[in-house]
């Protein structure tokens, strides 16, 4: 061969090595661009999942906000309560269907549900306006909000059985809009009634409904009543964590920061136990001013349960006695992973004080007590001027809604959003299979509050 012929095959070999090159560049430049566009498809569509999935739960709370709210304007006995309880009702239904809208599910699906959450807000924004002029319901109109009551239930146990499946990953939404159809259509209202024209309000957002004891998560007082005192360096408020363990379980105690924000400032401390792993550690807040526990948290495992509800109950309040906490009731509570939380008010000449509530964690295994809050009872704790009633028992009855049968009375002070404190009868009755507990003002006699009690497999909660 001649160096012509040598040169020109060297030519094509480097020409076949270049396009060789090229070609598997421009393969990987597609393959990353691919797997780019992948991730950034999969990042966008979880991204719209995680709106739709927010949007839904968002939902499932206005549903249950409307059935709690309509119970309630079954029991209410005066017009002023039955027109508060049912403006939140349309509120909160009109809350529920704009979630809905959001949802990637056909219109026809949607079409009954978005029909009964607009004839709820319909109804309860009516009978609201005629309760405010003074006029109370009717019994046609009673068996109407009960009827939509119903309705309400039954749109919550599906509402309730698909939010499983999401979560669960039995069902995407992707496939929602078709067997979401059956779903959603079990709940349809059938009742005639004028729909409201326009729902593009401005809706607020209202208290949430209390769950975990009456008044629980009440506003605190600006002027903290229970915090007094003088104030203290961390080292000396450290006595009061002594104080509170006890000196002989003490191993060591670590100060773990201050916090000085907001109106009550604390000192935080971090605790070894002497005879207990290193790792598990009593955790506490104290006031800065005065001293008081404010907080504590020992996160140890509870696999047993031996004690029962009523000995959980008296282990706290053994422990509130001893820690000078005196006059303390238990009122409601949860259990849960072989642990009880329980909520403790204030009594003063037998009048439950509820601003007064301290919650205590204990385990159900040795009684111990593993968790400690007392926010509530020390922004409001204080001897209270506690007045004779100027209504009667009986007087108050009266004002009870005819239809709930009264299972136990007694006297009580509420709190209000207001920062301020009512003196009141307490009514425990059922009512349609439902426990509730209406509070009428001893003083005026006017319904003040209604709440739901629920019973859970893991307490008694109230709403």
Not at 97 to 102: A, D, I, K, S
Not at 335 to 355: G, L, S
Request: glycine fraction near 6%; charge should be positive.
């Amino acid at each position: 061969m001649g160096i012509r012929e040598k040169l020109l095959d060297f030519k094509r070999r480097l020409s076949d090595r270049k396009m060789y090159s090229i070609v598997i560049v421009i393969i990987a430049a597609v393959s990353i661009f691919g797997i780019y566009q992948y991730k950034h498809a999969a990042n966008l569509r979880q991204e719209l999942d995680n709106q739709y999935n927010r949007a839904f739960y968002d939902m499932v709370g206005y549903v249950q906000n409307v059935e709690t709210l309509l119970a309630k304007s079954l029991i209410t006995a005066t017009p002023v309560r039955t027109a508060t309880t049912l403006q939140e009702a349309w509120r909160q239904s009109n809350l529920a269907q704009t979630n809905l809208g959001q949802l990637p599910v056909s219109q026809p699906v949607l079409a009954n549900t978005s029909k009964f959450l607009i004839q709820v807000g319909d109804l309860s924004n009516t009978l609201n306006n005629q309760n405010i002029r003074g006029k109370p319901l009717s019994s046609a109109q009673y068996k109407t909000v009960e009827q939509l009551y119903n309705y309400s239930v039954s749109l919550g146990k599906s509402l309730g059985n698909l939010q499983n499946q999401l979560a669960d990953g039995r069902l995407r939404w992707g496939e929602l809009a078709d067997k979401g159809t059956s779903l959603f259509k079990k709940t349809s209202a059938n009742i005639s009634m004028k729909q409201i024209q326009d729902i593009d309000k401005t809706f607020q957002n209202y208290p949430t409904l209390i769950y975990d004891g009456p008044f629980s998560d009440h506003m605190t007082s600006a002027e903290l009543k229970g915090l007094t005192g003088n104030e203290m360096s961390q080292e000396q408020a450290k006595k009061s964590v002594i104080e509170f363990i006890g000196q002989d379980r003490i191993k060591d105690i670590l100060d773990a920061g201050k916090n000085d924000t907001g109106t009550m400032k604390t000192y935080s401390y971090s605790v070894s136990l002497k005879n207990t792993p290193e790792d598990r550690k009593i955790n506490i807040g104290v006031t800065q001013k005065g001293g008081h526990v404010y907080w504590m948290l020992y996160n140890r495992p509870v696999t047993a349960k031996k004690l029962e509800m009523d000995q959980a109950k008296k282990k706290g309040l053994e422990f509130l006695e001893s820690k000078g906490y005196k006059n303390m009731g238990d009122t409601y509570y949860l259990t849960e992973d072989n642990t009880a939380t329980i909520n403790y008010a204030y009594k003063q000449q037998n009048v439950v004080v509820y601003p007064d509530l301290i919650k205590l964690k204990i385990a159900l295994d040795t009684g111990e007590i593993t968790g400690f809050e007392a926010k509530a009872y020390i922004s409001a704790h204080t001897g209270r001027n506690i007045p004779k009633p100027a209504i009667s028992l009986e007087e108050a009855k009266k004002k009870i809604n005819s239809r709930m049968k009264i299972l136990s009375s007694g006297l009580a002070i509420i709190p209000t959003n207001h920062k301020t404190e009512i003196f009141c009868y307490e009514f425990k009755g059922k009512l349609n299979d439902k426990d509730f507990i209406v509070y009428i003002n001893a003083e005026t006699g006017e319904e003040e509050d209604i709440l739901m009690i629920v019973n859970t497999p893991n307490g008694i909660l109230t709403m």
